[in-house]
């Protein structure tokens, strides 16, 4: 079962995030079979994080579940919440799979958040600057909750416009890049 993970940092969390780096990145090479797409979010400053994406093939809601809350920033108080969800993998692919590589470009997270019917359930036509593109799911798997998409654009409005904007109550745009060692 693929699953989306977003840890949203505490604000002024960053010296200690900092200081986790190490732990962090051990904790992540624990999953490194298991991951499909992994990065932080930066500030519009583009140096500031805001946050670290995983997006993690897991057994079940219990591995995922265990897999976000036992991450040493989290447990640690760096992040201020965390949103898990069913993700479905609609390219079939890794970031590392992605033909525009690491760098090169904007990355951006797209987080559309569900209202009413399920909207952006085909991969877009033009998927060369897609990294990961899927559906957020409800913990059964049934009900479509919003869109979640790692992607290389312009600009955030450009990045935005991947999703129908007027089918979700809030669609949020994030600074992102290709996350793990180097």
Request: glycine share 10%; hydrophobic share 40%; net charge negative.
């Amino acid at each position: 079962m693929e699953f989306f993970c977003y840890h949203r940092d505490r604000p002024g969390s960053v010296p200690l995030r900092d200081e986790l780096l190490e732990e962090h990145w051990s904790y992540m090479d624990r999953y490194s079979k298991e991951l499909i797409a992994r990065g932080s979010t930066f500030a519009a400053d583009g140096d500031t994080p805001t946050g670290s994406v995983h997006i993690v093939d897991l057994p079940d809601l219990a591995a995922a579940r265990a897999f976000a809350f036992d991450e040493p920033n989290h447990q640690a108080g760096v992040y201020r919440d965390v949103l898990l969800r069913r993700w479905r993998n609609l390219l079939g692919r890794s970031m590392w799979e992605f033909g525009g590589g690491r760098t090169g470009g904007n990355r951006y997270l797209v987080l559309g958040l569900g209202s009413g019917p399920a909207a952006d359930l085909a991969v877009p036509t033009d998927r060369d600057d897609l990294i990961a593109y899927g559906p957020l799911l409800s913990d059964d798997g049934v009900a479509w909750l919003g869109t979640a998409v790692l992607l290389r654009a312009p600009d955030p409005g450009t990045a935005r416009a991947v999703l129908t904007a007027e089918r979700y109550a809030d669609i949020e745009v994030h600074a992102w890049e290709f996350g793990g060692r180097r």
